[in-house]
């Protein structure tokens, strides 16, 4: 069995069902341990599936129980770690780096792991439903974020994927826009991406809807002839990709088809993102749909979708939901249950 050393939060509570903010988890053949101060002893004794150890020094307790189990070799995610607490581990071990060491043995899902994820994109389908209803003329982005926040955490009893991107038309050609105080108007463009939690499992989606009749369909009818010739080379690319998702093909390749469609129609030089990204206990995480990554395609994957063009000073389209790959083989469409 394989010894290794963790320290985010997620990696954590995927070895054994318990998480904080100040944590060292060593795995150490059958052994667990759970190394974190005293404000967080109960609940880790209540929750943690391995042995809670308090210190008020992690690191240097750490080195005490390597040095008591006399392990020679260490897996560790260097991406992780401050150089002190690098340098410091490696004088007594000999440190096996693994850059993204979690996100690796978390890139392929569960069966369980995909009904939760399931889950919590259908709550996030139905936050955007809800919100249509909110969608006003003359209300800001503050005041829409605002409004789409209380419906994807249900008033707060849930957790956020992000924090929401609320941006109307110049707003929209920034991927990721901040918000602002720009009041939403007649023939506007606004693009909503979001996601909440499940069972801490995070949900993706964004659609970019016209505002004369808010609906969250991915059949958007827009007054404006450009708007609605860029919207329909966003969702032309979308199609496509999705439609050749299988088993066994490179993931650059759905980039590849992607970007085709969108470089075609004359908009290559503003679609200035990678094609997706697994979502899981993080809301980027393997695999990456890029244009370089040759992993391919597996059962248990989950991924989005989201292409884009983005017209500086003038208005963005995204077009993006979460895909798996089901253990029967068949790929789903995860968020458009609504």
């Not at 988890?25 to 059958?30: A, P, V, W």
């Not at 209540?46 to 020679?72: D, F, G, S």
């Not at 093909?249 to 990204?277: M, Q, W």
Request: include cysteine; charge should be neutral; proline fraction near 3%.
């Amino acid at each position: 069995m394989d010894n290794f050393i963790l320290n985010k939060e997620n990696e954590v509570y995927y070895e054994c069902g318990y998480s904080c903010d100040n944590v060292i988890f060593l795995s150490l053949g059958s052994e667990k341990f759970f190394i974190t101060d005293g404000r967080y002893t109960i609940d880790a004794k209540e929750n943690a599936n391995a042995e809670v150890i308090t210190t008020n020094n992690l690191l240097k307790t750490t080195k005490e129980i390597l040095l008591k189990n006399r392990i020679k070799v260490l897996k560790i995610d260097p991406l992780n770690w401050d150089y002190e607490s690098f340098v410091s581990l490696s004088k007594i071990v000999t440190l096996q780096k693994i850059p993204n060491y979690s996100h690796k043995k978390r890139m392929i899902k569960t069966p369980n792991e995909l009904e939760i994820i399931k889950k919590s994109v259908f709550l996030g389908a139905l936050a955007f439903e809800e919100f249509k209803e909110e969608i006003k003329i003359g209300l800001d982005e503050f005041e829409l974020s605002y409004k789409f926040k209380e419906k994807l955490s249900n008033r707060g009893n849930r957790d956020l994927s992000f924090e929401p991107i609320v941006a109307i038309n110049e707003n929209s050609a920034k991927p990721h826009a901040i918000i602002s105080n720009k009041k939403l108007q007649i023939d506007d463009i606004l693009l909503l991406d979001a996601g909440l939690k499940y069972k801490r499992y995070c949900s993706d989606r964004t659609r970019t809807i016209s505002v004369e009749n808010p609906t969250m369909s991915k059949i958007q009818q827009f007054n404006n002839q450009k708007k609605q010739k860029i919207y329909d080379i966003v969702l032309k690319a979308q199609e496509e990709a999705i439609k050749n998702i299988k088993i066994g093909i490179p993931l650059k390749k759905l980039d590849e088809i992607a970007r085709e469609v969108i470089t075609k129609a004359g908009y290559g030089d503003y679609f200035v993102h990678s094609l997706g990204h697994g979502v899981g206990l993080d809301i980027h995480e393997w695999p990456y749909v890029n244009k370089r990554n040759e992993i391919l395609i597996q059962e248990g994957m989950v991924f989005t979708i989201e292409p884009g063009i983005y017209l500086p000073n003038e208005f963005g389209v995204r077009i993006e939901d979460m895909v798996c790959i089901n253990y029967d083989g068949n790929m789903e469409v995860m968020s458009e249950y609504i």
